[in-house]
DNA sequence: ATAGTATTTAGACTTAGTATAAATTTAATT
DNA sequence: AATTAAATTTATACTAAGTCTAAATACTAT
């Protein structure tokens, strides 16, 4: 992973995914490309999200679907997805550090990295008639 | 889900998964069973493998892999994978409860659960000479 | 014994993503 | 400006993990 290259297709994916309110999977991607008169190749897409991974400007989210979703934030954060309607939002508070210690010291691991997925039921769902 | 129905693969199968130190995935569940002699349908093991899991006899864990894996503990806890050997390792300390209730305040979610993994480098990953 | 429900089986199918080889683009060198 | 080399894109085949379906089998309750 040498310098930066950006082609026209990784720009282009670049900043729809930077201007997304929301975290789409590679299919919306896509489909999201198309709508916007681009049509790139399939594996194009794929490479170009792996490229853009590696390189740090996007992040990959793996919320146990079965397509990973992608983040144009790249400030460490962690995720919190809805039972009753699947939305996804950011959850800023970090984990305590204390806490990491305590891990790290009970299973003689370096820890270097925590996936955090919370679940629960979103504001909009705790109060379906208003 | 009403009274529990353990036909005789769902029982082996659950009997396999908790005689396991490990957590293996479904594959190497099918794998398992044909070497101590068990020839189960494909559909067999997947559904087995839902039906024990919504029945909360075993658990379903989502470490970020193209494949789930399966886990004979019940009572709640998390998981460590080591980045250099794919090891997997289990995580007793739960997240304060501190900052589960700050996540809640923030997000305005309800949250009935968290999936935790982490990620670091193992003790033997650590000390690779030893 | 018989009807009704649930489960297993075998195999087709789906989804998400990877691999490959040819064509194209870009960069570097003359 | 032409030529070579390297990287990228494209199209398409392929893989992995899991779901779906219809027929066969097993279990349950009269």
């Known amino acids: ?36 008169g681009h049509q790139f190749a399939y594996g194009t897409v794929y490479n170009s999200l792996r490229y853009l991974t590696d390189a740090g400007l996007i992040r990959e989210l793996k919320l146990g679907e079965t397509a990973c979703r ?3 934030r790249t400030e460490d954060h962690y995720h919190i997805v809805c039972k009753k309607c699947g939305r996804v939002d950011e959850v800023l508070s970090a984990p305590p550090a204390e806490w990491i210690r305590e891990v790290a010291a009970k299973t003689n691991y370096d820890v270097h990295h925590s996936q955090v997925v919370f679940e629960g039921v979103c504001n909009s769902c705790k109060h379906p008639n208003a």
């Open 1 to 36: 992973m040498s310098r930066l290259n950006l082609t026209t297709q990784r720009k282009t994916i670049l900043d729809l995914i930077q201007s997304c309110e929301d975290h789409p999977t590679a299919a919306e991607i896509m489909e999201r490309l198309r709508t916007n």
């Open 70 to 72: 992608y983040d144009g």
